[in-house]
């Protein structure tokens, strides 16, 4: 019996090696790694690129913008600055041509320049803007992406699955907790990444005062849930209301490009209930590209 056992037990061990081999092979460990503090919440580390699933690249400048580009800050003028958040970032289960930025340069034919982090919220975003103003000034066109969950408080770091700072040192147990089931689910953040409270109105009106965001050279692109873009009174009440808000921060030069509203936007172009589709981002590219 205790040789049986034995056997068993060295095929058990066996089988996970080879199992967690396998996972390590394929590259579902090759995923964005991002810094955390309490400033900005998180974001995407500077200068990284891989390959999720070997399949799906991915790649983050010097500042930690979404393409293989260095910035140049004396050739921006021409360029467009692209903040969102997972709408921009696009996510491991695109590859890098086929997220907004880069399907937007091929589309206008100038360089985007994309900045953004999963689950950020307009206050995560003021905050890059803030910690980069000569990046933000010598652009020649901002383009924010908000949906109506951005208007609350900052998103503060919480978790390793989502927003992983270091590579996992068993893949086989990160698979299972992220794929499968998680175990240990992830609670509050700890209070040293916690981003304080704060106002987005006075926020971005100190932006403006200081010349970091110019109104007249930007765009705010409203992006509807599916949910929004399928009933249309929602989408006025819960994402388009925002509009008078913004205008009485930035003034009435800043312009808005309301995504629902235009007759190529349909509910069919989500893969869930707010991510485009790949085909939704395509269509999403051309939407902004003729609103620019």
């Known amino acids: 019996m205790k040789k049986v056992a034995s056997r068993i037990a060295m095929a058990i061990a066996l089988l996970l090696v080879l199992a967690e081999l396998s996972l390590r092979a394929i590259g579902v460990v090759d995923f964005p790694l991002y810094d ?9 580390k500077a200068s990284q690129e891989g390959s999720f699933l070997r ?5 983050f400048n010097e500042l930690s913008m979404g393409t293989a580009r260095p910035f140049d800050l004396s050739t921006a003028a021409g360029d467009v600055l692209l903040v969102g958040d997972s709408i921009v970032l696009g996510g491991n289960t695109l590859p890098q041509d086929s997220k907004l930025g880069p399907l ?7 360089r985007i320049w994309p900045i953004a982090a999963g689950s950020w919220a307009l206050r995560n975003e003021l905050r890059y803007l803030l ?5 933000a000034r010598k652009v020649g066109h901002l383009v924010m992406v908000l949906n109506s969950a951005d208007f609350g408080e900052a998103s503060s770091w919480a978790c390793e699955l989502t927003h992983p700072r270091q590579r996992p040192a068993l893949a086989l147990l990160y ?3 992220k794929y499968v089931h998680d175990w240990a689910p992830c609670g509050s953040p700890p209070q040293e990444l916690q981003v304080p409270p704060g106002d987005w109105r006075a926020e971005l009106r100190h932006l403006v005062d200081e010349g970091v965001v110019r109104p007249a050279d930007t765009t705010v692109v409203l992006y509807p ?3 929004e873009a399928g009933e249309p009174t929602l ?3 819960a994402l388009e209301s925002r509009m008078v808000e913004l205008k009485a921060v930035m003034g009435d030069t800043v312009r808005f490009i309301s995504v629902g509203r235009d007759h190529r936007w349909t ?3 989500y893969r869930d209930d707010i991510h485009p589709s790949a085909q939704g981002y395509a269509v999403l590219a051309k939407v902004i590209g003729a609103g620019l």
């Open 55 to 59: 399949r799906n690249t991915w790649v």
């Open 267 to 269: 509910t069919d172009l």
């Open 225 to 227: 849930t599916r949910k």
């Open 235 to 237: 989408m006025a009440r």
């Open 175 to 177: 698979v299972a907790r």
């Open 131 to 135: 910690d980069h103003p000569d990046a």
């Open 36 to 44: 955390a503090d309490g400033r900005i919440g998180y974001i995407p």
């Open 104 to 110: 937007m340069e091929v589309e206008q034919g100038r």
